[in-house]
């Protein structure tokens, strides 16, 4: 149980374009899902934390304009990139709570790699 | 705010050897959580141990234990006899009970390298 899916795995796009990247949570639903990003061989950094149905809350210095979060669902949240360049690119990792589940405990997608030419 | 320390950037060890892998932190909270992540090369985050701070008992998980020093701040990951599968990035983590949506404060990791 407690699986997290993301979609896409990969995802190479050309500067200026934007790009989606779901997060689902299949066999549980998730009040709270957390945006993570992570640089080679760097650790993860918050960026956002969406709870279903209402405004994401981004971190200090993340652009909430240049990443739009979206959990519309109980089961589902977006990020989308707008506007991508190179130095958006990087792996994205989400991570949800379960609606019925201990607080303290997150489940992780496996991640996205976002290349941008 | 919350700081999480990892002051080993790589270690190595041998199969079947045992490592400890360090962590300190930072914070004025009474109540929190303490955790142990691997990352290995799939990149797939896997919850290795859980550690809640009211509690004196230290946390073991097969052969994954803990040494938590509240006082000291101090959290640090034993393992015993290594594994090859346990070649991965490891990250220590931070969680304020209660704290707004639970969020977790993560280290810069130890690359651990087992070898056969």
């Known amino acids: 149980g407690a699986v997290v899916s993301q979609h896409p795995s990969r995802v190479i796009c050309k500067s200026g374009t934007s790009v989606k990247i779901e997060c689902r949570s299949l066999?549980?639903?998730?009040?709270?899902m957390f945006w993570y990003r992570q640089f080679p061989k760097q650790s993860l950094m918050l960026m956002a934390t969406?709870?279903?149905?209402?405004?994401?809350?981004?971190e200090q210095g993340v652009e909430k304009d240049k990443f739009l979060i979206n959990h519309a669902s109980l089961t589902l949240s977006t990020l989308t990139v707008t506007s991508a360049h190179p130095e958006d690119s990087s792996f994205y990792i989400c991570?949800?709570?379960?609606?019925?589940?201990?607080?303290?405990?997150?489940?992780f997608g496996p991640g996205t790699r976002l290349t941008v030419l | 705010a919350q700081t999480v320390t990892q002051s080993q950037p790589e270690m190595s060890v041998q199969e079947a050897e045992t490592v400890t892998l360090s962590c300190t932190y930072d914070?004025?909270?009474?109540?929190?959580?303490l955790f142990w992540y691997k990352q290995p090369p799939s990149r797939q985050m896997i919850l290795v141990i859980r550690?809640?701070?009211?509690?004196?008992q230290n946390a073991t998980e097969n052969r994954f234990s803990v040494n938590f020093q509240k006082a000291a701040k101090s959290f640090s990951l034993k393992i015993s006899d290594s594994q090859l599968g346990d070649t991965a990035m490891y990250f220590c983590?931070?969680?304020?009970?209660?704290?707004?949506?639970?969020?977790?404060?993560f280290g810069k990791g130890t690359l651990l390298t087992v070898n056969p």
């Open positions: 991570s949800a709570r379960d609606r019925q589940g201990s607080y303290n405990e997150q489940f």
């Open positions: 066999d549980f639903q998730a009040t709270t």
């Open positions: 969406s709870n279903e149905g209402s405004k994401a809350t981004y």
């Open positions: 914070t004025s909270e009474s109540d929190y959580y």
């Open positions: 550690q809640e701070a009211y509690k004196q």
């Open positions: 983590a931070f969680m304020v009970s209660g704290g707004s949506n639970y969020k977790l404060t």
